[in-house]
């Protein structure tokens, strides 16, 4: 069965600082995608960035990178700069490739606070 | 458009009423999912639309859960006899078939069941 982790409950970072929040993952199925999510306290899900399992690049947007490491099964967050405003709760998803149903399997969390 | 929108956005009900929550999709998005999230965990995927049609269904949605979706715009989630353990926020996404790892998610339905 595929399975996300996350094991930092919760993380600090110094205001501009970088950050790295960690995701392993489990899937026996060679085609996937993996995802990170920013959940604010207002409840929605914001998508920051996509990592396909055949990409041969490591994702990234703006102030935020993925660390894929395939032979390890991690995909860990790397977000530059912290700004107080990224203090949330970031969620690692993967997604099922074959069937095509793009439904996501989320991990627990992981709440980041950005000290100023 | 501006987003995926959802009503209400906050829900008290006593155990064993029913509740209906409503999700408006992107409007050139034709899937549709909704994913429960209890308090300090991620999502749980409960359900997906392709247009109109229901095309999966999670085991954890009991037979007091259901979910339309008639004209392939708008969907229901409804719950009968909530018990306080359905007691969740419920997310509803949206996505196109040719990009589907872009799924744009509302703000969500928190549901306290007393």
């Known amino acids: 069965a595929q399975k996300i982790t996350q094991t930092q409950p919760g993380m600090f970072v110094q205001e501009k600082e970088a950050v790295t929040l960690d995701c392993t993952y489990d899937t026996s199925d060679p085609s996937y995608g993996l995802f990170w999510y920013k959940q604010p306290s207002s409840g929605e899900m914001i998508f920051l960035i996509y990592q396909g399992s055949y990409d041969q690049q490591n994702a990234t947007e703006g102030r935020y990178s993925l660390n894929f490491q395939k032979a390890r099964k991690s995909a860990n967050l790397v977000i530059s700069a912290s700004q107080l405003g990224d203090s949330a709760m970031y969620f690692c998803a993967m997604r099922e490739e074959p069937g095509n149903t793009g439904k996501l399997i989320f991990g627990q969390g992981t709440t980041l606070q950005v000290k100023p | 458009d501006t987003g995926v929108s959802q009503d209400p956005r906050h829900k008290i009900t006593k155990r064993g009423q029913n509740v209906t929550f409503r999700c408006d999709p992107i409007?050139?998005?034709?899937?549709l999912y909704w994913y429960r999230q209890t308090l300090g965990q991620g999502p749980e995927f409960l359900t997906y639309f392709q247009n109109e049609a229901q095309l999966e269904k999670s085991r954890l949605l009991s037979d007091r859960f259901s979910a339309e979706r008639p004209k392939g715009s708008f969907s229901t989630l409804e719950i009968q006899r909530t018990e306080q353990g359905d007691s969740a926020m419920y997310l509803c996404?949206?996505?196109?078939?040719?990009?589907?790892?872009?799924?744009?998610f509302g703000p969500g339905t928190r549901l306290t069941v007393t």
């Open positions: 409007s050139e998005h034709n899937r």
């Open positions: 996404a949206s996505s196109v078939p040719t990009r589907p790892y872009e799924q744009y």
